[in-house]
């Protein structure tokens, strides 16, 4: 799945994506119980792709427990 891609579906979810840089261990954090995802703005396209699609399958899960 293509990084614009991956950005659409999580922005259709009500998600707003932030890419700062930040001492993320998994490159990614979610602020809270809010809708806002950063990533770690540092990560190159296919560290973007793989922490935004981390974050999608997290989030697909909890939505089936």
């Known amino acids: 799945m293509k990084?614009?891609?991956l950005e659409d579906?999580?922005?259709t979810k009500g998600y707003k994506?932030?890419?700062a840089k930040g001492?993320?261990?998994?490159g990614y954090c979610r602020v809270g119980d809010?809708?806002?995802i950063l990533v770690n703005?540092?990560?190159d396209t296919?560290?973007?792709i793989l922490c935004l699609y981390e974050i999608l399958n997290d989030?697909?899960?909890?939505?089936?427990?």
């Open 59 to 65: 989030l697909d899960s909890e939505a089936i427990d």
């Open 46 to 48: 296919k560290g973007r």
């Open 23 to 26: 001492n993320f261990n998994s």
């Open 34 to 36: 809010s809708n806002v």
């Open 3 to 5: 990084l614009k891609k």
């Open 17 to 19: 994506i932030i890419y």
């Open 9 to 11: 579906v999580l922005k």
């Open 41 to 43: 703005k540092f990560f």
